[in-house]
């Protein structure tokens, strides 16, 4: 989507809502990130908007997904090391004001740590559940499991997290290898797990053989 | 935020009783309703339903997120698996069904679908996803601390609609 069709539909769809609307108002600043800054939206994608103004507020609804962050906030450490940070500071779109902390983000250790505890926190809880899950979740977790590594991968070598569609179908444009993946996630499992680390690799590599690259806007992200 | 409102609709016993056997396992699982948290996760002052043999157990230990090492901690991610378990039996029970665009059920949507879309317990069930979701590792620190009080309040809700269902003199 080209930055001024951006801002109409992020104006359009913000005033639907009094706390987005409130942010458009009086927001320091704000920032389109995830599929639809990058322009690889589907038509059900909902909007993320990150507003930096004077509160702390989260808004989720079908279409909006708005976080509301007070401005010293973004100077401390522990915004600046975050994956989410790093994410939007690459692929996002402002749409008011300037950014005034992108050039201070960094991905910090504690980012690479808090996406390893997260993959080995599922990898714990999963095996014993694994049989009790219906299809239709197990499915879910492959993906999520997968999507998490790709997201590790990146973080550990200092690369900022791209819109989900990006790790989905063209994993290729990052040179990371697609057995990675499977590396790091048996390298976090129990050796006890067979039946349940078969049943997922199987899954995640069925996914990666699908994978088609996105043609452009993605070359530009490169 | 969570109002008083009444649900527009209240499910009949069978699924009710359905529904609070699977948020009992869940509570008695997490043994919430004791919780303690911290800036990266939730620590748990008293450990239930846990062998203390279990050699395993560090593997819940964080010892930089606290300063008592006799504390343990349970993550939303546990929690997450936990309800997507609790939605597979109810799955498999057949109290809900897969929907036809192939997209997976969710605890707000179980709610919303039983209740009706209004009422507060409707609500409390789709801030509690919510709060358990988290996004892209940025979660607030409060955020588990919310979700436990959401999910009692929907446990307790749940409760008393199925006393309220009971007939006189039971």
Redesign the interface.
């Given at each position: 989507m080209e930055t001024d069709r951006l801002v109409r539909f992020a104006i359009r769809k913000m005033t639907e809502h009094e706390v987005a609307a409130e942010c458009l108002e009086e927001a320091d600043e704000i920032v389109i990130f995830g599929s639809r800054s990058v322009g690889l939206e589907k038509s059900n994608s909902d909007l993320d908007v990150l507003c930096i103004g004077k509160k702390?507020q989260?808004l989720?609804t079908r279409f909006l997904?708005l976080?509301v962050m007070p401005l010293e906030e973004t100077f401390q450490a522990k915004w600046l090391g975050?994956?989410?940070a790093s994410?939007i500071a690459k692929y996002g779109t402002w749409i008011k004001g300037d950014p005034k902390w992108v050039d201070s983000v960094q991905i910090g250790a504690e980012?690479v740590d808090?996406?390893r505890?997260?993959i080995?926190?599922?990898l714990?809880?999963?095996p014993s559940?694994w049989d009790?899950?219906?299809e239709?979740?197990r499915q879910?977790?492959a993906t999520k499991l997968r999507r998490e590594t790709q997201r590790l991968l990146l973080l550990e070598r200092g690369v900022a997290?791209p819109p989900t569609r990006i790790l989905d179908e063209s994993w290729d444009v990052f040179t990371i290898p697609e057995q990675e993946i499977e590396r790091s996630l048996v390298g976090t499992m129990g050796s006890d797990e067979i039946r349940f680390r078969r049943d997922l690799l199987d899954r995640i590599t069925a996914a990666l053989a699908h994978q088609t690259t996105i043609p452009s806007p993605l070359q530009t992200l490169r | 935020m969570s109002t008083a409102k009444k649900p527009k609709r209240i499910p009949g016993t069978r699924i009710l009783e359905a529904i609070a056997e699977g948020l009992d396992e869940i509570r008695a699982h997490f043994g919430w309703g004791n919780f303690v948290v911290s800036n990266?996760a939730v620590t748990h002052a008293k450990p239930e339903k846990k062998d203390e043999t279990d050699p395993?157990e560090d593997?819940?230990v964080?010892e930089d997120d606290y300063d008592d090492g006799e504390e343990e901690y349970f993550?939303r991610?546990?929690i997450?698996?936990?309800l997507?378990?609790f939605?597979?039996?109810l799955?498999?029970s057949g109290v809900i069904r897969?929907a036809k665009s192939?997209k997976?059920?969710s605890f707000g949507r179980v709610f919303a679908k039983f209740f009706g879309d209004e009422g507060e317990v409707v609500d409390l069930a789709w801030e509690f996803e919510?709060d358990i979701e988290g996004?892209?590792?940025?979660i607030?620190p409060d955020a588990m601390r919310s979700a436990e009080q959401r999910f009692l309040k929907i446990s307790d809700l749940v409760s008393k609609m199925i006393k309220e269902k009971e007939p006189h003199g039971d």
């Open positions: 702390s989260k989720k997904d976080t975050n994956e989410l994410h980012a808090a996406k505890r997260r080995a926190a599922f714990r809880a999963l559940r009790n899950l219906d239709i979740f879910k977790y997290v | 990266t395993d593997d819940f964080e993550e991610e546990e997450e698996v936990a997507d378990a939605l597979s039996s799955l498999a897969k192939g997976s059920p919510e996004y892209m590792g940025w607030k």
